[in-house]
């Protein structure tokens, strides 16, 4: 998923982007750090992600980057990455409910979010149709689509959902119309409605997701480290 550096990451662009340009040498140091991090691969990058991601940094864009390239930046900075803070964050939002059950829609191939939420005391259920990997004693695993007119959500107390792109809109039809509370951590860039519509800007998208139950939804900008800024939607109960 590509994200709009000017709406978000206006940090970055100021600082980070700028310094980056002012000679090869940066660049070279960002190479010198990639080398690194391949060898490490901290989030289980396939081969063909980690060539993509080398020759962004190689010949970055100044108004969009990818997710890759954020998680390498935060690396590169001695920070959490996305996963981990955002793992850290419903935790904290949690802290009182140790064992609670939760789904994870668009956990994504390998269901790291969900695996760093089980090492954490949750019940976790990840769902994606790319998934790679198999349940444990901790988490159960189902390689299919999320549908909000199909899905059952009977057996979680909570549903969440990191960057789930076109599922964003069906979790949360699923859950107003379950009374099942849960939070997003949205995309950058703007999803097709299930309207057919596809907004034209991210606050745009944001604005008809939370037009869907606005007595019900809250919408925030979450600060968790000095570059980005998250978009986080949740019902009011979560």
């Known amino acids: 998923v590509d994200i709009t550096l000017q709406m978000f990451y206006n940090y970055s662009e100021r600082n980070l982007y700028i310094y980056f340009r002012k000679g090869e040498f940066i660049m070279l140091n960002e190479l010198i750090r990639f080398e690194e ?30 997710d890759e390239y954020a998680d390498f930046l935060l690396w590169a900075n001695g920070l959490p990455l996305r996963q981990e803070r955002f793992a850290e964050y419903i935790a904290k939002r949690l802290k009182d409910k140790p064992n609670a059950k939760i789904l994870e829609v668009g956990c994504g191939r390998l269901g790291r979010l969900s695996k760093m939420l089980a090492k954490k005391g949750f019940l976790m259920t990840g769902i994606d149709p790319k998934l790679e990997v198999s349940g444990t004693d901790s988490i159960q695993f189902y390689k299919q689509k999320f549908d909000y007119k199909t899905a059952v959500l009977d057996d979680y107390d909570y549903v969440i959902g990191q960057e789930p792109c076109d599922a964003t809109e069906h979790i949360i039809r699923a859950c107003l119309k379950q009374n099942k509370p849960f939070i997003i951590s949205l995309c950058g860039t703007p999803h097709k409605l299930l309207s ?6 991210a606050y745009d998208w944001f604005d008809c997701l939370v037009d869907l139950a606005p007595d019900r939804l809250v919408l925030r900008l979450a600060k968790f480290d000095p570059f980005f800024v998250t978009p986080i939607l949740r019902s009011k109960k979560f």
């Open 37 to 66: 991090y391949k060898a490490l691969n901290p989030c289980e990058l396939t081969p063909q992600q980690l060539v993509s991601l080398e020759k962004e940094i190689k010949d970055h864009k100044s108004d969009k980057t990818s």
């Open 196 to 201: 057919g519509k596809t907004p034209k800007t």
